[in-house]
């Protein structure tokens, strides 16, 4: 059966960071209203509304221009519901879609002029029901101008970059690229993840530190994984809240100012932030 998921803080801090002109999220999650679109038989969880003009004032708590809408588990690949939200939020949101595989190409311009921009894959060891690697999906989005989201599991870099390379165009790494933090930045799947960047078509989101350890937060364990990532490559970085922070029964909720208040740690240069929170999402969303 699937699990109700715990909601968000409901009083998110404002941050004592200071966004740039133009920062975006680039991990949310919206959902409902439940009497109008119901939950994938294969989810792992459910959720109480959490409808766009919440997430819209999230953003302006902690200074955002936008964000981006991630098709969770929740819907599975059925994007009417991303498509309904954008179109009624065209200012406030950008979309990654997760796309069945008979998706056509009219079926990618169309979410493309709806501001979806990327599709998504899962890697099959997270289990569950969603679309976890197609070569043919993936190039019919790319030849479309998007880009791949890939969620890896845990240690799987250290064996299977080179098949993530397989995709075509630019890809996004979710969450950390959902390395244990527990095993440090010399561990086998870090140090893949560092060279995957340095191939100049992958980036990775400073995004999920609870994905990454079962520590309460601020996950400092999270910290020096985050450090390296910026002291590497922070040209191919991009932050996201991952609200409303599904999954997340029977552990602490975050606070959304502070998961954002993070980044001074994570990048005590300003100019830095501004790059990771403004203008590496406005290039690889096709803002600019």
Not at 40 to 60: F, M, N, V
Not at 161 to 186: C, N, T, W, Y
Not at 225 to 233: F, N, S, W
Request: charged letters at 25%; proline letters at 10%.
């Amino acid at each position: 059966m699937p699990v109700l998921a715990q909601p968000p803080d409901p009083n998110p801090k404002t941050p004592r960071l200071r966004c740039p002109p133009g920062a975006i999220d680039c991990h949310v999650h919206v959902f409902g209203p439940k009497e109008v679109y119901s939950f994938d038989p294969g989810s792992k969880y459910i959720s109480d509304d959490r409808l766009p003009e919440e997430q819209i004032a999230l953003q302006k708590t902690l200074g955002l221009s936008r964000a981006v809408i991630v098709s969770g588990g929740g819907y599975g690949p059925n994007t009417s519901h991303l498509e309904h939200t954008l179109a009624a939020h065209p200012n406030r949101f950008l979309g990654v879609a997760l796309l069945p595989d008979d998706a056509t190409p009219a079926d990618i311009r169309r979410l493309d002029r709806l501001g979806v921009r990327a599709a998504r894959f899962v890697s099959k060891l997270h289990g569950g029901h969603l679309p976890e690697f197609s070569l043919e999906v993936a190039r019919r989005v790319v030849d479309a101008g998007w880009h791949i989201q890939y969620y890896p599991f845990r240690t799987e870099l250290a064996e299977q970059s080179a098949r993530i390379l397989e995709l075509p165009g630019e890809i996004v790494l979710d969450h950390f690229a959902h390395i244990p933090s527990s095993g440090g930045v010399k561990q086998p799947a870090f140090q893949a993840l560092l060279r995957l960047l340095d191939t100049g078509r992958v980036w990775v989101k400073l995004s999920g530190p609870m994905r990454c350890t079962p520590e309460e937060p601020l996950y400092p364990s999270v910290t020096p994984m985050a450090r390296a990532l910026v002291a590497h490559r922070p040209d191919r970085l991009i932050w996201g809240s991952d609200w409303p922070h599904l999954n997340m029964n029977g552990r602490t909720m975050p606070n959304d100012g502070d998961l954002i208040d993070l980044l001074l740690d994570w990048a005590p240069d300003e100019a830095t932030r501004n790059r990771i929170l403004a203008d590496n999402p406005a290039r690889l969303f096709r803002l600019i």
